[in-house]
Structures are given as C-alpha cells and as structure tokens.
C-alpha cells in the first residue's frame, strides 16, 4: 500500500478513454441520424429517446452540483478527497442544460400530423397535450378545458422561463463552487471554504423549491391531465441515486487507471451506503405515488398507471421495480459488500441502466404509447450520451490542476478516513 | 498464592494505551478487553475483535416483524372478516405494504435495541457491569487476566513504561455493584 499520495496528481484525459468515448459518441449519432431517416414512427421515437438522454444528462451533471453541497452543508470529511469528480460533473451542466433546451425546442417546434378519432390534427412531436395549437382556445375544435384550467403553467413561455432561470441558476452554483474550491488550492485559508458553504445553503433551498417544479416541466408535462405532487421528489431521488451511482462508478474506473489511490475501501464503503439508502427512499417515493394512485382509483388519476399496466409496458414495469429495488437492495444490504470494488462497480452499471429504464417508463407511455421499442434508437442515443458525458466530464477532470483540493479544510480527514 | 483476579493499566492518553496494547501483545501477553470514554478508531482491528453479529440479529428480527403482520393481516382482512372496502379484492398486496414495511422496521429497532442490551448486560435497573468507574470519565483502561500470567510483576512494569499513570491489581472483576 502507498503511504504518500502526491498532491499534484494530475488527471491525463488520452488513450483507451478518449478514444472509446468518442467512438461511443460517433456509433450513437450515426444510430440517431438513422432513426430519424427512418421516419414515419421512428422520429416521434427518435424524440422521446433525445428527450430522456439530454434529461438524463442534466440530471446527473445537477447531481454533481447537489452532491457537492450536501457535502458542504455537512461539513462532511470523508468526501474532501474525491470532491473534483462531482465538481467535473457540475462543470459540464452548462453543455448538458443547453443541449436539453436544444431537444426540447426541436420537439416543441417540430409538427407532425396524427390521425385521433378520425380527424386529423397538427401537434408538436413533445409535448403534444398541452403545445396542440387551440387547446387552450375557447372556441377552436381543439380546447380542452382541463389544459386550459392549467394554462398558466402550460404555455411555451412560462415553459421556457422556468427551464432556463432553473438550469442556469443550476450551472451558475456549480461553477462557483468549482471556482471556490480551485481558488482555495492557490489562496489557502478558510476564506473560500466559508464562501463554499453560504453557497452550498444557497442552492440547497433554491434547488429544493426547483427541482419538482423542473421535473413537472419537462417529464411530467408530456401527459398535460394528469398529475402527482410525489413526481418531483420521485425525480429527485431517480436522479440522485444514478448520480451517484456514475460518481462512484467513475471513481472506481480513475483508480483502475492508477488515479487516486488515496480513495479506500472505507470511501467507496459510504458511496455504498447512499445508492442503498436512496435506492430505499427511489422505491418508498415510487410506492407512495403508486399507491394513492391506485387505492383512490380516480380515472384521471389511474390511466397513468393503467398505461403502463398494459401489455407493453408490464413487463418493463416490474423489471425497473427489480433492478432499482430488488437488485441493490439484495447486492448491497451487507457491510463488506459495500466495500468490494467489482460488486460496487456492477451496481452501478446496473443502477444506471434500471434508472435509464425508470426515466423510460417515465417518458415513452406518454409520447410513443403502444409503439414503444427497444433497438437500436434507445440504444444508439444511450451509446451517443454516454460517451458525450465521458468525454465532457473527463475534460474537464484534466483540466483541473490537480485530483486532489490540497488546501481542503478536511482533507487529512478524508485521506484517513476510516469506518 | 496472590488473590489478584485483574490486572488494571489506566492510561490517561490513548495514544499511550494503544502503545500499551502493542507492548503487551509484543511479550504474548493475552489481553481481557479494553474500556475506553470514547470510541476509538483502529481498535477492534488492533484487538482482533470479531465482526459484529448485531446485524444477524436484525435481520432475524426484521423478517420476523414482516411475517407476524402478514399474518395479522391474512387472517383479519382475508380470512376471518373479508370486507369490500372501496371496491377492492380482500387480499390486495399494495394494501399490506405500508404494514409489512413498517412491522419490520419496528421489529428490527427494539430488536436491535434488546439484542444489544442482553449482550451487554444493559438493562435498564441494573448495576452496570464496570471494572474500573473513571473508564467512563478520563482514564483509557486495559484489563488483563490474572490467572496464567505470571509474574504479574513484569505486566505491571509493562504498563508503566508504555506510560500508564497507575497500575491495579484488583481482587474482584466488577467494582460497580455489590
């Protein structure tokens, strides 16, 4: 075991990461340019798969920002020394958040004709039950009086005011927190850790408020009629536990490579402990949601989950149940369990992909309904994400003039820590 | 033959008793157990402590909660006095959900709870089991057993020089109670 650890180690982003990442992003286009040339149901699809991805990625990039302020608000030790991944996470939200208005413009904007009870209509590839031109209208053939009641919520400005405002208020608090914790490598003192902290409390409430409200927005707004005041904090947790699922998972790949060697087992061991607290709390938020639902048995209320009871989507159904539930509760439930490299690190993988699944069964009734697939548009946009976020994340961890804060208030702490 | 049951080095500085501990582990000499004020980190692995078996206990205890209200339920809402509330089946699963979670928890706190005490002679009314009172005030205490290591002479001059502030020789295990 290495007793020193050498505080300019510097992360070199080049060869089999590079490569492979860009390769990744390349296969994935050519499988997005190809299911849009498909046409016909593919584009809606090909929509649907652009919208969950760049969802995901502002998801996990935010995850990087929230990480790090729990951390500060904590004043929590353990984590000083791995601190510059969630911050490389929180440094490429900017891309991911522009990228996500990128897609969802194109959905909005985007019109395409379907055919409903007989009569033929113009409606936007996303969010069709409340962007329908008319719906809102007294008079036209297309109101709708339960999206007119929720108008103000539903119309493409607000829409967007509240998307931007959020993502880029998001971006603004992940940077300075990076911006805090380099300046405090050169300038040392207390000073940028106190600054880090009023931040962190800063973003923590705003994020609390926003957060919901980004997720009603974006996810739940694709099915304008119905609504869950769980929904929010039902994202919430899907997006923390496969942030910190990628966090964790890019830690263990970095000291594969030879990086940081000062994070033990005894790190990893508290990664393990909150993908399985919140892989707990994923599952309580998803019951709760489900079982008001289904207890009340409201129509209006119930065809969210009657949709996702058909045929189609049943079996997906329960699979995400086992492999966001089942799965990390069974392979992470023990101490040493927590503290094994390759069980962590197939966790992982597995809770990114049962996450993937989640946001899935979240997105796909409502657009593609019964014309749902899993080929090569789901796996291909999944393949072009992830390597984005590789290679964004990763150069951003290179440009970072060391791996490790060596002027963290907690540092010692968190090079020998120990549970 | 000497009475001495217990020998006692109180040590007023942890660092100074964990150097203890590996003088006396060094000349083979087998130590009882170790009392601290506070938690210190390292000293089960110094002392070779076994794992925790709390967690067994737990999970033992959980599944137990879990099974005891399933079959509450069972037989109340299903078998015994089947009622139509709301329209739904008699045996609908969500609805034994939010029990069976919280029956296992609760079986797993007090279970927890009372596995703990038991095994470390806590219950609440009883004199508590102390070899040495400041062990729980300012002195980091280790007992070694009398009988077997001779001569109690060197493990004394053992304990001074790894720096301990006073040495006991006791001719009772527990001092607490009568």
């Known amino acids: 075991m290495k007793t020193h650890n050498s505080f300019d180690e510097k992360f070199e982003f080049e060869g089999t990461a590079k490569t492979g990442s860009l390769i990744a992003l390349a296969i994935g286009l050519v499988a997005i340019v190809a299911g849009f040339l498909m046409g016909g149901d593919h584009v809606q699809r090909m929509f649907s798969n652009l919208l969950l991805m760049s969802y995901y990625f502002v998801c996990v990039c935010t995850c990087g920002v929230f990480f790090l302020s729990y951390q500060y608000v904590a004043q929590a030790g353990w984590s000083a020394s791995l601190i510059r991944v969630p911050q490389a996470f929180a440094k490429v939200l900017p891309i991911a958040s522009i990228l996500l208005l990128v897609v969802v413009s194109a959905g909005l904007f985007t019109q395409h004709e379907v055919i409903h009870e007989g009569k033929k209509h113009m409606v936007p590839y996303l969010y069709a039950s409340w962007a329908t031109h008319g719906l809102t209208v007294v008079g036209s053939e297309n109101y709708n009086a339960v999206i007119a009641g929720k108008a103000p919520f539903l119309t493409v400005g607000f829409f967007y005011g509240v998307l931007v405002a959020f993502l880029a208020a998001y ?141 189609e ?88 003039k060391s791996l490790i804060p060596k002027k963290h208030p907690f540092l010692q702490e968190s090079l020998h820590h120990h549970i | 033959m000497s009475s001495t049951k217990f020998i006692l080095g109180l040590f007023d500085d942890p660092d100074d008793m964990m150097h203890g501990i590996e003088k006396l582990q060094k000349n083979s000499v087998p130590i009882y157990d170790v009392y601290t004020p506070m938690p210190i980190h390292g000293i089960e692995a110094k002392l070779g402590i076994k794992e925790s078996r709390l967690g067994y206990a737990a999970f033992c205890f959980g599944c137990l909660g879990a099974t005891v209200i399933f ?88 304990l001074k020089e790894a720096g301990a502030v006073e040495v006991k020789h006791n001719d009772r295990k527990y001092v607490s109670y009568e």
């Not at chain 1, 086992?322 to 023990?334: I, R």
């Open chain 1, 171 to 311: 971006s603004y608090f992940g940077y300075a927190l990076t911006k805090c914790s380099t300046d405090e490598d050169t300038e040392g003192g207390m000073r940028n850790y106190n600054k880090s902290f009023a931040l962190a409390c800063t973003f923590l409430v705003i994020f609390g408020f926003t957060f919901p409200i980004f997720a009603f927005g974006t996810i739940m707004s694709l099915e304008a009629h119905w609504f869950s005041t769980m929904f929010g904090w039902y994202n919430l947790a899907a997006m923390h536990v496969s942030g910190v699922a990628i966090m964790a998972l890019t830690i263990i790949l970095l000291r594969k490579k030879g990086y940081m060697q000062w994070v033990t087992s005894d790190h990893l061991h508290d990664f393990g402990k909150l993908i399985f607290g919140f892989s707990i709390f994923w599952t309580y938020v998803w019951f709760a949601q489900f079982f008001l639902t289904w207890y009340a048995n409201i129509p209006e209320e119930s065809v969210y989950f009657y949709k996702r009871w058909e045929p």
């Open chain 2, 71 to 158: 079959s509450i339920l069972y037989y109340t809402l299903v078998h015994d006095w089947p009622m139509d509330i709301g329209g739904k089946p008699n045996f609908a699963m969500p609805n034994f959900v939010p029990f069976t979670f919280e029956w296992t928890i609760l079986f797993t706190a007090f279970g927890m709870t009372f596995t703990f005490f038991a095994a470390t002679h806590l219950f609440p009314g009883r004199a508590p089991r102390v070899m040495d009172l400041r062990a729980t005030d300012d002195r980091f205490v280790i007992a070694i057993d009398a009988k077997g290591n001779i001569p109690h002479d060197d493990i004394t001059n053992l």
């Open chain 1, 313 to 400: 989507y049943k079996f997906w159904f329960w699979l995400n149940i086992a492999m966001n539930f089942l799965a990390p509760l069974l392979l992470l439930m023990s101490r040493d369990a927590k503290r094994l490299t390759n069980r962590m690190m197939w966790t992982c993988i597995l809770l990114i992909a049962g996450h993937w699944l989640d946001y899935y069964l979240m997105i796909m009734p409502g657009t593609v309904v019964e014309k749902r697939g899993f080929a090569v548009e789901e796996i291909g946009t999944f393949v072009a994400f992830a390597g984005l976020f590789t290679f964004l994340m990763l150069t951003q961890l290179s440009k970072f």
